[in-house]
């Protein structure tokens, strides 16, 4: 079925658009919005994100899972199109919800996000359609037998809750359990917690290697790809430490990393159109951006995990580099003629640094004041985008989540890196923490030296 939508050069009305979300990767998403003409801009959001506050002409607090209180707010306020930020109201079904009473929604439904909220489901889907970058793995209720499988595969396994976990559900042997009893420890819990939302876990090869992120826009039919970028999802420098959602990230100019060749990003590409392609085959075509997290191994490629949605930092290297209008791409999205559309990137490389409360990981401290010199930042150079803080008497507050996020754009690693660093020098407090280590040449170099110890290129 092909979506009539509204021709943006009529000019007469504007277009109402609402971006679901508060953190700065929904910033990003409202920004880029912004920059289309006519456009009136709503949001939902359960934290005040002052950066998308000042871009809305209006916007709901509330949950963003609450999907009946949004569906409500999207018919009395006549929005024409719907972007959904985070994975959180995909699961709850609210792309469903807004298209059964006749929404434009450039996302995917529930049954399609299940490539991300189901990831039993998602290995099934690999395994059925024979995509490359598959890793061996088995689900399992019994503890007995989940224990037999992590000893024919020596131990070397990353263990899964199945369902969604805020990114902090998986266990990787050698990093976060060490014996096979302490991991037998973690199935125990994830079994009889139902850690996940179900009483069953998933046990998966561990991948050796460095990881990469590939976004992509979808129309279910065909993608577009974008840049890739390298997320830091450990919390200390030299890339130690716990999982968080992600501490900082970066991309190239010419849209490869340091360590991925032409043909690699190629292979990784044609696998997230293949796992289109098997979606519209399952009779849940994915609409949206998609985002393929792979690790690069001495054999290729290998899917880590496939999200329904753009990544949080990834959204915010790639983002601010696409001139193309983005409402003609959710035209192009809802309407199956991606495959038609050229983008236009911009070739700069990107550094984006999270500022996040002290103690984010373990015990993060909330309430802490954040002080912005906003007009030294804009002449950094660097763009600011609010994450999750709080706004009280135009001062703003750490969450216990990320705070906030820099990003230096420019035509090499190295002058990006310098520009973000420089913007993060107008922004104080006494209890806020910053990996500075990202995008730098001493990391790159280590990751360098990490990759070729291990014969992968
Ligand atoms: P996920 O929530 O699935 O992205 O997993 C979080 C992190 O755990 C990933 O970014 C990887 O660093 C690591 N991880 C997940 N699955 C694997 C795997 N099969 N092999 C090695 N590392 C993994
Ligand atoms: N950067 C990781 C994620 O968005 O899931």
Redesign the pocket.
């Known amino acids: 079925m092909k979506f009539i939508f509204i021709n943006i050069n009529a000019g007469v009305v504007n277009i109402k658009v609402l971006v679901v979300g508060g953190g700065a990767r929904e910033h990003a998403i409202c920004d880029i919005i912004k920059k289309s003409n006519n456009i009136d801009l709503y949001s939902v959001m359960s934290n005040i994100n002052p950066g998308i506050e000042a871009l809305s002409k209006e916007y709901l607090f509330e949950k963003e899972t609450e999907i009946d209180r949004i569906g409500e707010y999207v018919i009395n306020k006549k929005i024409d199109l719907v972007l959904i930020g985070p994975e959180s109201p995909l699961e709850a079904g609210l792309a469903n919800k807004l298209l059964s009473n006749g929404v434009l929604v450039c996302a995917p439904t529930k049954e399609a996000a299940r490539i991300e909220t189901d990831k039993e489901w998602m290995r099934n889907i690999l395994k059925k359609y024979n995509i490359e970058g598959q890793?061996q793995f088995e689900c399992f209720k019994d503890i007995d037998k989940a224990k037999n499988y992590i000893e024919d595969l020596n131990g070397q396994v990353?263990i899964?809750p199945i369902g969604l976990t805020g990114?902090k559900?998986?266990r990787?042997s050698g990093d976060h359990f060490n014996t096979i009893d302490e991991g037998i420890d973690y199935i125990d819990k994830i079994i009889n917690k139902k850690i996940g939302g179900k009483s069953k876990v998933l046990i998966?090869?561990?991948?050796?290697g460095e990881?990469f992120t590939l976004q992509a826009f979808s129309d279910g039919i065909s993608i577009i790809p974008l840049p890739l970028v390298q997320d830091h999802?450990r919390l200390l420098p030299g890339d130690n430490g716990p999982?968080t959602g992600g501490m900082g990230s970066y991309s190239l100019s010419n849209g490869l990393l340091p360590f991925i060749s032409k043909s690699i990003y190629e292979e990784s590409a044609a696998i997230l159109q293949k796992i289109i392609e098997s979606l519209y085959q399952e009779k849940c075509k994915f609409i949206g951006p998609i985002y393929g997290?792979f690790?690069l191994t001495n054999e290729g490629p290998k899917i880590?995990?496939i999200n329904a949605r753009f990544g949080d930092p990834e959204a915010m290297n790639v983002l601010p580099l696409l001139s193309t209008d983005y409402i003609d791409l959710c035209n192009a999205m809802l309407d199956e003629t991606l495959s038609t559309k050229k983008i236009k990137i911009k070739k700069k490389s990107t550094v984006c640094k999270y500022v996040v409360p002290e103690g984010y990981g373990t015990k993060s401290m909330t309430g802490e004041k954040i002080m912005l010199n906003i007009e030294d930042i804009i002449n950094s150079g660097s763009k600011l985008y609010y994450a999750s803080v709080n706004k009280k008497n135009d001062h703003i507050y750490t969450t216990s989540s990320r705070s906030l996020a820099l990003v230096g754009i420019s035509n090499s690693l190295s002058s990006a890196e310098m520009m973000c660093e420089d913007g993060l020098k107008f922004i104080e407090s006494e209890h806020i923490y910053i990996r500075h280590d990202i995008g730098t040449t001493e990391l790159m170099q280590m990751k360098m030296d990490k990759i070729k110890n291990l014969n992968i290129i």
């Open positions: 890793l990353v899964k990114g559900g998986v990787v998966e090869e561990k991948a050796i990881e999802k999982n997290q690790m880590i995990e």
